[in-house]
């Protein structure tokens, strides 16, 4: 366990000072250790860039790694289907017919406005569906089954928006949907942070809660546990969590499905293990999508959602190839 | 992954313990109405054309301008509704069946997402064709993707556990999905064309077209009905299944077979309509119980139901024909689903 997390910390620093020299404009190892320690030979436009530019895109893209990890390890325990993302709970399909309705329906809408778009509809999405299944206490099957409804209806909406919306808006919808980093700066990631450690040291501390509630409704109760309480309030962080992901950086995919069954897999199940290792793994994933993106077309830039699935994907399905003797 | 003790039909109270008549007069009851259903969308259009001469049309063509009007727009429409509609239907059925996941519908084998990348490839590299070419297209897209899924799910995990299947079916689509849409950010023209399809409609279906995927579709639902039975012992669970005497593995791959056939060639007709595939099995399931022997003809004919209704009430509401089919039918069978699960679900306390 030690040394899993000194090597997942270890390539994270790498992927943050290979984030810092790659780009654009490439800086040598030598010219970004000078602007890093502020050696009085620094450039002052590699200041600029590696402080004001790459920093900033780098951070807010780890935050969101490990937000959507810590989500969808909290979705997973919960919902007891290795399907379950934060996505299963109506929170992408929430944000994504939010942030349609703003971008084709006003005109020319403040570039502010679509974060707060994005999580205003993950939460409302959310709150519906945990109301519409809730009848005197929940259950996974019924709160997967009325969030498959309920996102089919934002998604009827999101699909009739993007179907007869003027095409240049649609396509503005989707480039924000498939989550992207872009537009990082030092006060979004400060705010993402701040809102994030709350939630998600809660989530942490809640470990035991989470490892007894997989065992299904019936034994966690036995063994003590409220278990609507439990669901409830883990609800509620994963969607604070999640939430706030989106609205910094849009839909980014996968992350949240993947990263706990990595994580799972490395460490087994106890989840006082999982959630460092996921949150790790989440913020790796989505740092290199990050870099991958922005330097494998340049000038152009892939949005990190999409690589997180072109790359993600194949990696994750290496990982299930790897262990096809293993028995579940 | 404890299903059972979810699922409604575990609880053997109220209308969920169905005796076999009920379920009988359950299923003629929608098999009439999607006749009465069927009959009503032929003679609905911009000119009304009463029920005799559909008749007519059909049993005595004379090449009039109505007999043609019902020969070339309105058969062919309502045909490929309800054939896209029982397929995706009964392959949810089926995938839900494999996999014992109440999330699984057709897509999660990348049907959709295999359909959608090679449409969106082609209409990119050769431009915009005529869509009797999307059709085999699509479906070629969507068996690959589909064997794909199968290769990587089934021996990525030697069979041991239908959650490896599940994991490969949503690796392959995120994949495909982003490839999609990495094409689609740069291509606006391609993204005009293809967001019609995508929505999923069943306007402007020509006759050859609904002929091309029939043989496919009615070969698939004749299979999925004579091999109810082995699915409900597929639906059990691998070691179950095998001390029942079935081989899990090789009723896995001839169900996924089927999946292909069927969901493949409704996709290919009508475009990735999702929501069919996922909830009209759990309607079934909801209201007609566990036994997949009536699930598969009550889906049949109730996702026939659904996307054929669906299309009228489209057709009757909005004068533009191409008002995507797939958007109507969330809007009527969501809040239908959700009354159903809130109320039959997960053992209500």
Known sequence: MTRLLTVLIFLLIGLILASLAFGDIPLSWRELFETITGSPEANLQNVMIVFDLRLPRVLLALLVGAALATAGTIALAVMRNPLAEPGVLGINSGAAAAVMVVIVLLQDPPAALLPAAGFLGAVAMTAAVYLLSWRGGTSSLRIILIGIGLSSLAGAATTLLSTFGEIGDVQRAMIWLAGSVYDANILKVRLLFFWLIIPMALAWMSSRELDLIRFGDNSARSLGQRVDLVRGVMILLCTLISGAAVAAAGLVGFVGLVAPHIASRLVGPSHARIFPVAALTGASLVASADLVGRVIIAPAQLPAGIVTGLIGAPFFAYLLWGRRHARE | ?349
């Open chain 2, 1 to 349: 992954m404890s299903r059972s003790k979810g699922m409604p039909a575990a609880r053997p109270s109220g209308s969920l313990s169905m005796t076999g008549r009920s379920r009988l007069l359950a299923l003629l009851l929608v098999l009439c109405l999607l006749v009465a259903i069927s009959m009503w969308a032929v003679t609905l259009g911009t000119v009304r054309i009463p029920l005799r001469s559909v008749g007519n049309a059909i049993f005595g063509f004379d090449g009039s301008r109505e007999h043609l009007l019902v020969m070339t727009i309105r058969l062919p429409r309502v045909l490929a509704a309800l054939l896209a509609g029982s397929a995706l239907a009964v392959s949810g059925a089926i995938m839900q069946a494999v996999t014992n996941n109440p999330l699984a519908s057709p897509g999660l084998l990348g049907i959709n997402a295999g359909a959608a990348f090679t449409v969106v490839l082609v209409m990119t590299l050769f431009g915009t064709g005529t869509s009797d070419i999307y059709l085999w297209y699509a479906f070629f897209g969507a068996g690959c993707a589909a064997i794909v899924v199968y290769g990587l799910g089934s021996f990525g995990l030697a069979g041991q556990s239908t959650v490896g299947l599940v994991l490969a079916g949503a690796i392959v689509a995120t994949f495909l999905t982003a490839l999609t849409s990495a094409v689609l950010i740069f291509d606006q023209s391609t993204l005009d064309t293809v967001r019609f399809w995508t929505a999923g409609s069943v306007a402007g279906r020509t006759m050859a077209q609904a002929a091309a995927v029939a043989p496919y579709i009615l070969i698939g639902l004749a299979a999925a009905l004579l091999l109810g039975r082995h699915l409900v012992t597929l639906s059990l669970g691998a070691d179950a299944a095998r001390s029942l005497g079935q081989n899990p593995l090789a009723w896995r791959a001839i169900a996924v077979v089927l999946i292909i056939l069927l969901a493949g060639s409704a996709v290919a007709l009508a475009g990735p309509i999702g929501f069919v595939g996922l909830v009209v099995p759990h309607i079934a399931r909801l209201t007609i119980g566990v036994d997949y022997r009536w699930i598969i003809p009550f889906s049949a004919l109730g996702g026939a139901l659904l996307v054929v209704g669906a299309d009228t009430v489209g057709r009757m509401l909005f004068t533009s024909q191409n008002f995507p089919v797939g958007v109507i039918i969330a809007l009527i069978g969501a809040p239908f689903f959700l009354w159903l699960a809130r109320n039959k679900a997960g053992g209500a306390t």
